[in-house]
């Protein structure tokens, strides 16, 4: 009865199981999806008009999604690591959070409350549009991570507002960024824009600053929490320019890391597997917010909710999903 439960699901979301995917990662894909979906219905509990939804607190929406979730959980136990990676792990806040991002659900005002987007297509590609909508469309449509995908005829592409990180970074050589400071009385961590496998770190403690422009980190008061600044080295005289916390929440520091490895000629890898129809895609760091948000929106996390260096992405949407991760600076290796 589960197994035909699975199919039926899949049959409708038009999610389809790949050769090398196991079916606890199948379940996965299916359940996260089809939570998304439910998280929309939702809005349309005691519906008074036709076609309209209602405003819904987060409470009531919270509420209704967990019996949802959980049901689910109980009759495929295999997917709780998946949405649970992590026991203060909250996947109901990070789905909806992610489809308030995607404009699949819309904030209404400051008290938490919530209604569904309004019907809109939007051009993906020449042959691929996204159908933001609750009902089922008339046309043939594939459901991916959070969101919907038809074939279309499209004279535009979306525009991608990604600014070119080697570009950003040799803006900020110019010292007029910067406040000269006569000497680092702090401990800190530089990044290793140097850094060429696996095993070697990320940060280095104290590590040496022989390069023009440098990305440092060092250790507030909060527990695992960085303050960032930027470091410029002209002859024998430091200048910091340290980078406002509002900017390391939308991922700014990983756009200029990205940036950092293009000018040391070592960019970021990002390895890719083409299987039938999906790509596994395989990041080597953290991705800055907008183009996180791309990827939760168009595809899965492969090994749990919060894996942000491993996607399963359509077929459909390699294209432009690449030339997202190209114009942020990572270099795109097939395996």
Same mark, same amino acid.
């Given at each position: 009865m589960y197994q035909q439960l699975i199919e039926d699901i899949s049959y409708d979301l038009n999610i389809r199981k790949y050769s090398t995917e196991s079916p606890e990662e199948f379940h996965s894909r299916i359940v996260y999806s089809a939570v998304s979906v *439910? $998280?929309?219905?939702?809005?349309?509990?005691?519906? &008074? #008009?036709?076609?309209?939804?209602?405003?819904?607190?987060?409470?009531?929406?919270?509420?209704?999604?967990?019996?949802i979730l959980d049901e689910y959980i109980n009759l495929f136990p295999?997917?709780?690591? *998946? $949405?649970?990676?992590?026991?203060?792990?909250?996947? &109901? #806040?990070?789905?909806?959070?992610?489809?308030?991002?995607?404009s699949e659900i819309n904030e209404v005002d400051l008290d938490g409350n919530i209604t569904l987007a309004r019907k809109k297509i939007i051009p993906?590609?020449?042959?691929?549009?996204?159908?933001?909508?609750?009902?089922t469309p008339n046309t043939e449509f594939k459901y991916v991570g959070l969101t919907k995908i038809i074939k279309a005829i499209n004279k535009s592409q979306s525009t991608l507002q990604i600014e070119n990180s080697l570009e950003l970074v040799n803006e900020f050589k110019k010292p007029s960024y910067y406040t000269k400071i006569l000497k680092l009385d702090f401990k800190y961590e530089v990044f290793n824009v140097h850094k060429n496998n696996k095993y070697e770190k990320n940060w280095i403690s104290n590590g040496r600053l022989d390069s023009e422009i440098h990305l440092l980190r060092k250790e507030t008061k909060q527990v695992n929490y960085w303050d960032y600044l930027l470091l410029l080295k002209r002859a024998d005289n430091f200048y910091q320019y340290p980078i406002h916390e509002e900017l390391i929440k939308q991922g700014f520091h990983y756009r200029l890391i990205s940036g950092l490895r293009q000018l040391n000629e070592n960019p970021l890898a990002a390895e890719y597997k083409i299987v039938h129809d999906i790509v596994e895609l395989n990041l080597e760091y953290n991705l800055p917010r907008y183009e996180e948000s791309f990827l939760t929106t168009y595809a899965w996390p492969k090994n749990h909710i919060l894996d942000s260096w491993s996607f399963i992405v359509p077929l459909e949407l390699w294209d432009i999903v690449a030339r997202t991760i190209q114009m942020l600076g990572y270099k795109l290796e097939e395996t």
């Open positions: *439910w $998280m929309k219905y939702i809005l349309l509990d005691h519906m &008074i #008009h036709e076609n309209e939804a209602e405003i819904k607190s987060k409470n009531y929406h919270y509420r209704r999604t967990s019996e295999s997917v709780s690591y *998946w $949405m649970y990676p992590d026991k203060n792990i909250d996947p &109901i #806040h990070i789905i909806r959070n992610r489809l308030i991002a995607a993906l590609d020449k042959n691929v549009s996204r159908l933001i909508e609750i009902s």
